[in-house]
């Protein structure tokens, strides 16, 4: 079996030709979707996702600034500058990119942010709102993998879903939204005592561990359905996921690649989320 390749490029392309009619109308109505994004310090990799975020933004029609914040900001700066986000109302969905420098307490800062303007979705009363199955923002990576399952017509239902990972941003949450898609779910991660003896039986492999190419063909079980988060830079710069994409595709039914894959839908999923915040919550 040769696996299709489920583009996660074609499919944000798609979504955001869609979102692009959302604003339209959103603006017609006198409502401009804003999106503020608070990067603090200069750590490269952050100020290019940001890059990406208000590109991506501004090709869809939703406006967007980035606050520009030096390494040395107090916590109480930040916060307060996010209280004053939360009380702008021209601002409808506020991103803090993460990292944060060290002496600033991460999970108070997602804390401060108002759950009504919790893009990320990273919020606990978002969590809490998505593991009851409420309305809510839903984080982005992990929702950009169901979407990419739905773009195929991947049936969860009673699939045994494989989670390689347990961070709070990809591995637990998106074991949640398959639970809600009624996927039967199994997380593992570095304690794991017999990875292989669990990932074999996964209808479907969602592999989120950052080293390249952990994941091997004798991993999958024969017409599975692989979802690559990992994002590694190999020594000659190259990007490469979490799987051997090459061995992995002779015997999967879909595999999404890296570049390409899960990167762009999450990004889409961002866009996805301000346009909500922009419409309201129910
Ligand atoms: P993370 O917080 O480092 O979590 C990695 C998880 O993998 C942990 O739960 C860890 O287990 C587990 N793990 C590590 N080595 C393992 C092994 N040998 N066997 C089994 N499990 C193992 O990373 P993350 O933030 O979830 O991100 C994961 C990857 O996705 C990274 O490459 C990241 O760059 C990428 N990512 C991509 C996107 C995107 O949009 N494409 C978005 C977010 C993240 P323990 O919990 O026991 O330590």
Redesign the pocket.
Known sequence: MVAEIISGKELAQKLREDMKVEVDRLREAHIVPHLTVVLVGDDPASRSYVRGKEKASRETGISSDVIELPTSTTEEDLLKTIHQLNEDENVHGILVQLPLPDHIREQLVIETISPDKDVDGFHPISIGRMMTGQDTFLP??PH?IIQMLKSKNISMTGKHAVI????N???KPVGQLLLNEHATVTY?????KD?KALTTQADILIA????PN?IKADHIKEGAAVID????RLENGKLTG?VDFEAVKEKASYITPVPG???P??ITMLLKNTIKAAEGLD
């Open positions: 982005c990576t950009g390689i990972g347990r961070s941003i990809v591995g593992c991660h570095s304690k794991t990875l989120a561990v950052g080293k952990v988060v990992g994002v590694n979490d894959g899960v990167g839908m999450t």
